[in-house]
């Protein structure tokens, strides 16, 4: 049985400015110990979503279960759960140990138990030596921490995380991820986790929700999402620099083989796998997809050209670490740029001509009009 279910959940805000739902049709079914991300940008429902979880905003339309419970209209003290959010919301005037043993107290939890809780999970969490200082007085990763601690010391079924991580520096917040993971691995405790930062919902979520206009776009694994994005606006949002988009047709030449092409490209598609849903594209507008890291350059324009390869002038590139991106000019239709993203040993001036190759392995194609992925 899944430990949380969202059954075609709505959120209309009465208050809301334009007439579209804040969250529609939202569906999705949580295992127990599963960690799962909701990402999307700013605006896309996400925190409403998670607040409806906790019971903290009305459910307009739908279902939530909790070990199969509706929980639609109980309070939030009774839905066991902890809710961690990205301003800590900790008492000021309460010591870090007070702040942590507060939800304990409520349940009229007896004293000893409660500060043999508090210091296990302070000790867990490293923070056992500022139990007595206020939040004010300690740093934001470990603010956090206590706060963290605060969810963990009552044990709940589920924990829910907004945003915690982005009032930290970006230093604290690496590590602090990384601390949550391992919180998690031990736990074992389901969690749902808002974030608009796709390299968090990348490294930590078991699965990803990805979210757009209080719409799930897909639900799926970090590499399924990476490899197979349901829609273009997957293939933008994750992944950076994000993946190309080019607009061309889709062409039959001989013996059956399917060709992208435009005036620039004439790019076969791998035969194994053509469906019978790309054929019906034949000879109809499309748009290919591929990530900056499947396209590869050469300097030399002398030498013959090979089929998945296409001539490019490099606009500017840009030396990241160990890698290069460099931006290439193709005279597309909507004037973008195509990005690869090379060694950073490999330096091509801007202005020069250079062969880019595409690897079709990794070559997408893409309904021109509702953006969904066809292969
Ligand atoms: P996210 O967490 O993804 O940034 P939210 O869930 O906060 O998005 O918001 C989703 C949409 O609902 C936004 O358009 C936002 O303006 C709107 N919204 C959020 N809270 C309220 C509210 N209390 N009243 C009216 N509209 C709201």
Same mark, same amino acid.
């Given at each position: ?84 959010? %990205?301003?800590?919301?900790? +008492? ?5 140990? =007070?702040? !942590?043993?507060? *939800?304990? /107290? ?81 736990? %074992?405790?389901?969690?749902? +986790? ?5 390299? =968090?919902? !990348?490294?930590? *979520?078991? /699965? ?168």
């Amino acid at each position: 049985m899944p430990q949380v279910s969202l059954r075609n959940i709505y959120k209309m805000y009465p208050n809301a400015k334009n007439s579209a739902p804040a969250v529609q049709d939202f569906n999705l079914e949580v295992e127990d110990g599963e960690f799962i991300v909701l990402v999307g940008p700013s605006g896309c429902g996400k925190s409403t979503t998670l607040r409806m979880i906790a019971g903290l905003e009305s459910i307009s339309k739908g279902e939530i279960y909790i070990d199969g419970k509706l929980i639609n209209n109980l309070p939030p003290k009774d839905r066991d759960i902890a809710m961690v959010f %990205q301003n800590y919301a900790l +008492y000021p005037n309460l010591s870090n140990f =007070e702040n !942590m043993a507060f *939800g304990l /107290r409520l349940r009229k939890v007896e004293k000893y138990k409660i500060n043999e809780l508090v210091n296990a999970k302070a000790r867990e969490l490293e923070i056992d030596n500022l139990l007595e200082r206020q939040p004010k007085d300690v740093s934001g990763g470990q603010r956090q921490r206590v706060a963290l601690g605060r969810a963990i010391v009552r044990e709940p079924k589920v924990f829910l995380m907004d945003e915690p991580l982005s009032n930290l520096d970006a230093k604290m917040r690496v590590q602090m991820r990384v601390e949550i993971m391992k919180l998690h691995q031990k736990l %074992q405790a389901t969690t749902i +986790y808002v974030t608009h930062d796709q390299i =968090e919902a !990348m490294t930590m *979520g078991h /699965r990803i929700v990805i979210m757009n206009g209080g719409i799930v776009q897909q639900v799926a694994t970090p590499e399924e999402i990476y490899n197979k994005p349901a829609n273009r606006f997957i293939g933008s949002f994750i992944g950076s620099p994000p993946m190309n988009f080019i607009f061309g047709r889709l062409e039959a030449g001989s013996g059956g083989q399917l060709y992208f092409s435009n005036s620039h490209m004439y790019l076969p598609f791998p035969r194994e796998r053509v469906t019978k849903e790309i054929e019906k594209y034949i000879d109809a507008d499309i748009v290919g997809g591929i990530r900056p890291e499947a396209l590869s350059l050469r300097g030399s324009i002398s030498t013959e050209r090979k089929p998945n390869e296409f001539y490019a002038e490099v606009d500017v590139s840009e030396l990241v670490g160990a890698d290069r991106y460099v931006y290439l000019n193709i005279n597309q239709r909507n004037r973008e740029t195509l990005v690869a993203r090379v060694p950073a040993k490999e330096r091509y001036e801007s202005g020069s001509r250079v062969i880019g190759r595409a690897d079709m392995e990794f070559f997408h194609l893409f309904d021109v009009n509702t953006e969904q992925r066809i292969e």
